[in-house]
């Protein structure tokens, strides 16, 4: 009987399951924005990504092109960018209704509402997929567990305006319509899907190529499913084509590695008419159903090979030395599992464990159609987290997919330890049932128990040290906004503070963290790690009319620690130089006005 109330999948809508989501999605709501207060009355980002969204979309409605998402106030103008202006609207679109509130508050309505909008399409989502293999009860149990997952939240809480949001739920409306009726409309729905996916993002297509190749394994199971692989392959690529146009104009004949280009497009296309010769066969055995996909897929892959073969590499692969060492492996949430935290690593593969033991008990007490469901999704969260493993910023999305198994498992666990007659194992079966809940947050608390009784037992990361001899370490990179009462001018910062610089001051900089300037980014980088003479020519050359940065964050015990005689390691340490002025800031934050030899006279003859 159990086995039945938990597995059952609904045959239509949920009666109450809409309420369901939005009572829980209230819930969260509230509590996710009373954590989050101070950030949003001070401007906290969250990530350097949230602040440089907000000029970028303030920007477009000041009257840059839909066309070009350039940073305009970087690098002297020339500061390409590759995002998408689909994540743009509904921030642009909040932030002109909330415009007669004035900057400050419809700034704020935006950071607030845009990501929680984004958390209850999610919770829509998870709920749907969940309805569809277990059953109404199950669903509003997955409802709950949702933003019990810190990966998950991590990406739609307020202030999170960046892009990683709308990726978790574009990958969720993609596999919701995977574990319906196998039509041509459902394979449709789930193509544009990811075609919106792959136009946010690129950081997308391992998982969107999972999910078609998880819809392709589902026709060579049952090719009965054909109509909907077709539908999703063809509309794949005829959404992604329609969508590169609209938002790239006249940029979208550009080759480009790190975002939708026509070699991607072109693979694209392959992939639909390859896929649609191999449905041909879907007569013959499994075998030969599977060597004509493998066919398939090889004539996708050898097409990008044949039209982009530098993207084969990869979009980082070109990046000078010194922003490879100094910034791009040190970006953590393009780093694999071992390099995170210990408890950030298990916060991000513990639910999708829970989650794919749920799936394979579903697997289990079912049969036909549901079975199928069951490993389809399953399938799809052993995929996600072996990507998640090696790039982390995939483990929201797997956590946001393991969800429905993990719910089906809690509600089991729920229903065996109600029916336990004593009242003291009870309590301890419901109990060992909640850690079901929030498994990943359960053993990162294990792991900070055991480094608090043994301190580095269950970590070989080095701790740096934090801040300088005599220097009080900044707070927040929010310290630096003082500059903004300076003269207007260009900023040579740190890349990780530039984009809060841009977004709360109207100082321009030279680069931020992005890969599209490296020779920007090397300027930087090279200027505080560079002895202070080097340092010299390469700020003037800049055009910087101040140096400013905050002491402690990441980035500048970085340059202080592998460079301890360069520039900021000696500025940090109080030295002075005869260009440099220094500037009383009131805070943590240092800053210098640079100064400029003296043009030399102009000879007589």
Not at 21 to 42: F, K, N, Q, R, S
Not at 358 to 380: D, F, K
Request: glycine share 10%; charged share 15%; aromatic share 6%.
């Amino acid at each position: 009987m159990e086995a039945k109330e938990a597995l059952t999948p609904g045959a239509g809508a949920d009666r109450g399951g809409a309420r369901a989501v939005l009572i829980g999605w209230i819930i969260a709501a509230i509590v996710l924005t009373l954590a989050m207060a101070e950030p949003i009355m001070t401007l906290r980002f969250v990530d350097p990504d949230d602040a440089m969204r907000l000029v970028e979309v303030r920007d477009w409605l000041g009257g840059q092109s839909w066309w070009d998402v350039a940073q305009h106030r970087l690098n002297r103008g020339d500061f390409p960018m590759h995002w998408s202006r689909l994540v743009d609207l509904p921030i642009a679109g909040v932030l002109w209704l909330a415009g007669p509130l004035g900057d400050g508050a419809a700034t704020r309505i935006a950071l607030v509402v845009v990501p929680l909008l984004a958390l209850l399409a999610a919770m829509a989502l998870i709920h749907r997929i969940t309805l569809r293999l277990a059953g109404g009860e199950v669903a509003r149990y997955a409802v709950l567990l949702a933003p019990l997952s810190a990966p998950l939240v991590y990406q739609l809480r307020p202030m999170r305006i960046d892009h990683h949001g709308w990726q978790i739920v574009l990958a969720l409306a993609a596999v919701a319509p995977l574990l319906g009726r196998a039509t041509w409309r459902a394979g449709a729905l789930a193509g544009l899907a990811l075609a919106g996916l792959l136009t946010v993002s690129l950081e997308g297509m391992p998982i969107a190529a999972t999910i078609a190749g998880v819809a392709a394994l589902h026709w060579a199971w049952q090719p009965a499913g054909r109509d909907r692989l077709l539908g999703l392959v063809w509309s794949l690529f005829l959404a992604a084509a329609v969508l590169h146009v609209a938002t790239r104009g006249p940029g979208s004949l550009l080759p480009s590695c790190d975002a939708m280009s026509p070699a991607w497009l072109v693979m694209l296309g392959v992939a639909a008419g390859a896929t649609t010769l191999a449905t041909m066969v879907g007569r013959q055995s499994v075998i030969v159903r599977l060597v004509a996909l493998a066919a398939a897929g090889a004539a996708t892959a050898a097409t990008l090979a044949a039209s982009a073969p530098t993207c084969l590499a990869g979009p980082f692969a070109a990046l000078p030395p010194i922003v490879r060492d100094l910034w791009y492996v040190n970006v953590t949430e393009g780093r694999p599992f071992w390099e995170q935290t210990p408890s950030w690593a298990m916060m991000t593969v513990g639910l999708p464990i829970v989650g794919l033991v749920g799936c394979w008990r579903g697997w289990q007490r079912t049969s036909g159609e549901a079975r199928l469901r069951w490993a389809t999704l399953a399938a799809l969260v052993a995929a996600a987290l072996g990507v998640a493993i090696f790039v982390n910023r995939a483990g929201a999305t797997a956590n946001a997919l393991a969800v429905p198994g993990a719910a089906a498992l809690f509600h089991a666990l729920l229903v065996r330890a109600r029916a336990v007659p004593r009242p003291g194992r009870r309590v301890a079966a419901t109990l060992a049932a909640m850690l079901v809940a929030s498994p990943g947050q359960a053993a990162a608390l294990g792991v900070m128990i055991a480094d608090a009784a043994i301190p580095g037992a269950t970590s070989n990361i080095p701790v740096q040290s934090v801040g300088n001899a005599g220097v009080r370490p900044c707070d927040r990179v929010g310290d630096v906004r003082v500059i903004g009462r300076l003269p207007a001018g260009i900023v040579f910062a740190p890349l990780d503070i530039t984009p809060d610089i841009l977004a709360t001051t109207h100082h321009r900089a030279v680069a931020g963290g992005y890969h599209r300037a490296p020779e920007a980014l090397a300027t930087v980088l090279t200027g505080f790690s560079a002895s202070p003479d080097a340092a010299r020519a390469i700020v003037l050359g800049s055009g910087a009319d101040y140096i400013a940065a905050c002491p402690g964050l990441n980035e500048t015990d970085l340059y202080r620690d592998r460079y301890p005689n360069g520039l900021w390691a000696r500025l940090a340490r109080g030295e002075r130089f005869d260009w440099l002025v220094p500037i009383a800031t009131g805070t943590p934050a240092m800053a210098w006005r640079v100064t400029r030899p003296l043009p030399s006279p102009t000879r007589r003859p």
